[in-house]
T-cell receptor
Framework: EAGVAQSPRYKIIEKRQSVAFWCNPI?????LYWYQQILGQGPKLLIQ????????DSQLPKDRFSAERLKGVDSTLKIQPAKLEDSAVYLC???????????????FGPGTRLTVL | AQSVSQHNHHVILSEAASLELGCNYS??????LFWYVQYPGQHLQLLLK??????LVKGIKGFEAEFIKSKFSFNLRKPSVQWSDTAEYFC????????????FGTGTRLQVTL
């Protein structure tokens, strides 16, 4: 089966500009996640969707970050305006819902490496 | 707060040496535990996972991990590393009583020399 797709793979912008990332999860996966991975750190969850609803966005800097998952499939993550500290790899992941239990096994995409100058 | 700690930030081993990477979590209740690996230039891949049952789990490429509940640990092991094991390794945990909010450790960079 096809994996999680993300685009673009690389993006360089200047501070105060805006940027958007796209993610297409594995077919049939109800849950979609966006993570931020800063160099030297582990991935940090930004937002989690269950179908097209937000389950957890407690760590999303809502003054500048936004995300949506219209129709419960693809998702976009936007940063506006970007700051220097937003330089990171943005990872998308998806997981399935098995019976009455969350699968809890997440499959990751290749990520988008963002550099803010 | 839920957290995952990885004790070693950078490990250098010669080929054929044995490997053990430490991981501790600070969760109460039932947890699912994972080790992910990120090879140079590639995306995160699942190495192995523990959900329940036998606390010694075996993953791909000869890796295994042991869940010790009393120590809140889930250490990764491999008897004999290969040069191709050079990668970054991340331990992660999620509390099964809540929605799937996976928390990662900071990662361990493993460098295997010939």
């Amino acid at each position: 089966e096809a994996g999680v797709a993300q685009s673009p793979r690389y993006k360089i912008i200047e501070k105060r500009q805006s940027v958007a990332f796209w993610c297409n999860p594995i077919s049939g996966h109800a849950t979609l996640y966006w993570y931020q991975q800063i160099l030297g750190q582990g991935p940090k969850l930004l937002i989690q969707f269950q179908n097209n609803g937000v389950v957890d966005d407690s760590q999303l800097p809502k003054d500048r970050f936004s995300a949506e998952r219209l129709k419960g499939v693809d998702s976009t993550l936007k940063i506006q305006p970007a700051k220097l500290e937003d330089s990171a790899v943005y990872l998308c992941a998806s997981s399935s819902y098995v019976r009455d239990r969350w699968s809890n096994e997440q499959f990751f995409g290749p990520g988008t490496r963002l550099t803010v100058l | 707060a839920q957290s995952v700690s990885q004790h070693n930030h950078h490990v250098i081993l010669s080929e054929a040496a044995s490997l053990e990477l430490g991981c501790n979590y600070s969760y109460g209740g039932t947890v699912n535990l994972f080790w992910y690996v990120q090879y140079p230039g590639q995306h995160l891949q699942l190495l192995l996972k523990y959900f329940s049952g036998d606390p010694l789990v075996k993953g791909i490429k000869g890796f295994e991990a042991e869940f010790i509940k009393s120590k809140f640990s889930f250490n990764l092991r491999k008897p004999s590393v290969q040069w191709s094991d050079t990668a970054e390794y991340f331990c992660a945990a999620v509390n099964t009583g809540t929605a799937s909010k996976l928390t990662f450790g900071t990662g361990t960079r493993l460098q295997v020399t010939l």
